[in-house]
């Protein structure tokens, strides 16, 4: 089967992060990403957001690579670039200089604060993005500060996968009037936007209260993790009435006046201090055989090693092994497409192949070589 992203060719510039995380993207549904390392020491051939690229080592600072550059985005769809605003334009290669030769190119550009704004060239972190945001400050306990999360919400979520969206939608309109454009993602707009179930009116679930009282953010009895007796972690998520009827039953607490009233605040306190030491009385394992598989909503709280040897996500092939590390695998699935199985090469395996398809003569390839404008693996230009 074909990759749903066969056929489109992404020109990636080498950064951290978001950036990388979008071209692993595009790279696993069958995109072909070219990843423009800089000079210097050979990066790691570990990385599983570097996966399925192919690559080479160009030195920006020089003309001729700049013009190398301009050959291969001459015969892209797309452009990533995840530097600080004004640092592509001060190089030559910023939208307005690219899109005059290839006007059909959609320009990618991944930062934290965006391309405009009074903090656009500062520089900042997934925490400092969803602090501006409002994402961050919902998340916690009540009475504690706000605990840096993985940078899963504004990175990956707010930043690479609003970028790789973004994309998609430019190119699918630049295929319709043939016209390129710019895409500004920011990782502050994308957190935000994220958060926006939380801007409905708050009903019963007070969306917009204090720090800690959202029955998502931990404030309800029947939505939390829990120890066990051999300390480790549960996550019941039993939010429908039917569902934590369920639970009550399965451990119970059917006939409990205590939980009578699931959706009344006043009693979860008390509720979940009950369910706290109920949990302790068995081990993990114990509550997985009670409850995994029920309408309850229960899991198993596993670690990044424990989760690859679960039933359900060894039975779907949720991860797998490539190049020596157990990693996940592309997401989603599709009926009628596949996506691609993970490589990793070294950095600038394939700098005199892309050369020679972006038209530059042997004897041109070999003297960008000498010249150190490029380099193979493991050399530094």
Same mark, same amino acid.
């Given at each position: 089967m074909t990759a749903p992203l066969a056929g489109?060719?992404?020109?990636?510039?080498?950064?951290?992060?978001?950036?990388?995380?979008?071209?692993?993207?595009?790279?696993?549904?069958?995109?072909?990403?070219?990843?423009?390392?800089?000079?210097?020491?050979?990066?790691?051939?570990?990385?599983?957001?570097?996966?399925? =690229?192919?690559?080479?080592?160009?030195d920006l600072k020089r003309a001729e690579g700049i013009e190398v550059v301009k050959a291969l985005t001459c015969r892209a769809d797309g452009v990533i670039e995840g530097l600080r605003p004004g640092v592509m334009e001060r190089l030559g290669l910023g939208p307005d200089a690219l899109l005059a030769e290839n006007?059909?190119?959609?320009?990618?550009?991944?930062?934290?604060?965006?391309?405009?704004?009074?903090?656009?060239?500062?520089?900042?972190?997934?925490?400092?993005?969803?602090?501006?945001?409002?994402?961050?400050?919902?998340?916690?306990?009540?009475?504690?500060?706000?605990?840096?999360?993985?940078?899963?919400?504004?990175?990956?979520?707010?930043g690479a996968m609003m970028l790789a969206f973004g994309m998609l939608a430019a190119m699918f309109a630049a295929r319709a009037h043939g016209r390129g454009q710019v895409v500004d993602a920011a990782i502050t707009d994308g957190s935000a936007l994220l958060m926006a179930m939380f801007h409905s009116a708050g009903g019963t679930m007070n969306w917009n209260g204090p720090r800690g009282t959202n029955p998502l953010g931990g404030a309800a009895?029947?939505?939390?993790?829990?120890?066990t007796a051999d300390g480790l972690h549960v996550a019941l998520a039993a939010i429908e009435p039917q569902f934590f009827a369920d639970f009550l039953c399965r451990v119970g607490?059917?006939?409990?006046?205590?939980?009578?009233?699931?959706?009344?605040?006043?009693?979860?306190?008390?509720?979940?201090?009950?369910?706290?030491?109920?949990?302790?009385? =068995?081990t993990r394992a114990d509550w997985c055989a009670m409850l995994e598989g029920t309408d309850v909503c229960f899991a198993p709280v596993l670690s990044l090693a424990e989760a690859p040897g679960h039933p359900h996500n060894a039975a779907r092939g949720t991860f797998l092994e490539a190049f020596g590390i157990t990693q996940p695998a592309p997401a989603p699935r599709y009926s009628e497409s596949a996506a691609v199985t993970p490589t990793l090469v070294p950095a600038g395996t394939?700098?005199?192949t892309l050369l020679a398809e972006a038209g530059f003569?042997?004897?041109?390839?070999?003297?960008?070589?000498?010249?150190?404008?490029?380099?193979?693996?493991?050399r530094a230009a």
């Open positions: 489109l060719r992404i020109v990636e510039f080498a950064s951290i992060g978001p950036g990388p995380f979008a071209g692993m993207m595009f790279a696993d549904h069958g995109a072909e990403v070219i990843r423009i390392e800089r000079p210097g020491p050979p990066s790691s051939n570990r990385e599983v957001l570097h996966r399925s =690229r192919r690559s080479l080592v160009v006007p059909r190119l959609v320009y990618g550009r991944m930062t934290g604060w965006g391309q405009s704004g009074p903090l656009a060239r500062a520089a900042g972190h997934d925490l400092n993005y969803i602090a501006l945001s409002g994402a961050l400050h919902g998340m916690g306990r009540s009475g504690e500060a706000p605990p840096p999360p993985l940078n899963l919400v504004g990175d990956f979520g707010g009895p029947f939505y939390d993790t829990y120890e607490l059917q006939n409990d006046a205590a939980f009578a009233a699931q959706m009344d605040t006043a009693t979860w306190r008390a509720a979940k201090t009950r369910l706290a030491a109920l949990f302790k009385t =068995r394939d700098t005199e003569t042997p004897a041109r390839i070999a003297q960008l070589l000498a010249d150190g404008v490029v380099a193979g693996p493991g």
